[in-house]
């Protein structure tokens, strides 16, 4: 395992596992409307750095309702992968999927924190891959059930990280011109204080605009 290398969009897949309404329902550990800002943040770093992604359901149809349609769009020729089972390394067919991706570093997000992160994070880091948890961009059904997660997949080798820190990890430097203003629409949209002062700095520095859709 190579911590010490700084992830970027060569290195690594992202993984969305049970983002689906009944999943929601049940996570105590942390505001739900930030939950999803931070998710949405991850999925938009993903498709701008073009990262290999992979989604997986549980009991969509029986229990747990389909995946955010807010996620399915921005991933549109991508099916999720269905799963009975809670722990996602148990599943074939999405360890394949993660196989398939060519990529040892695994940044991955879940609900819940507890269960459907903590259980294929150990299998993943078992089964030799680097796994990064995005720790704001998953939830657990009490915050001590989260932080004891968290403290359960560290321990046995998992990075925690949040989703913002992946976007600029991945941007890295600002010269990088063909993600620039992409990612600066996602910090914008999402990035929360970082976002406004970004718009302060365009617009009362720099003399842009008020931000409009498809430009500065």
């Not at 099916?79 to 695994?106: C, D, H, I």
């Not at 046995?156 to 992946?166: F, I, W």
């Amino acid at each position: 395992m190579n911590y010490t290398e700084l992830l970027n969009p060569q290195n690594s897949a992202v993984i969305f596992i049970d983002f689906q309404p009944q999943m929601v329902f049940g996570v105590a550990s942390i505001d739900r409307q930030t939950l999803f800002n931070n998710v949405m943040l991850l999925a938009k770093a993903a498709k701008i750095f073009n990262v290999p992604t992979v989604l997986t359901t549980v009991e969509s149809k029986g229990f747990s309702g389909n995946m955010w349609p807010q996620l399915l769009d921005l991933f549109p020729n991508q099916e999720p992968v269905e799963r009975s089972s809670m722990n996602s390394w148990e599943e074939p067919k999405f360890v394949e999927a993660v196989k398939a991706t060519g990529r040892k570093k695994l940044v991955m997000a879940a609900l819940w924190t507890e269960v459907c992160l903590a259980y294929p994070a150990l299998g993943a880091l078992k089964a030799g891959y680097d796994v990064y948890a995005v720790e704001d961009a998953s939830g657990g059904t009490s915050l001590t059930a989260h932080n004891a997660a968290m403290r359960r997949i560290e321990q046995a080798g998992a990075v925690p990280m949040t989703a913002l820190q992946t976007l600029l990890e991945y941007q890295r430097d600002w010269s990088r011109k063909d993600t620039y203003d992409a990612v600066i629409e996602v910090v914008k949209e999402h990035g929360g204080a970082y976002g406004q002062g970004v718009e302060y700095a365009y617009t009362m520095v720099h003399g842009a605009p008020p931000s409009r859709k498809g430009g500065h």
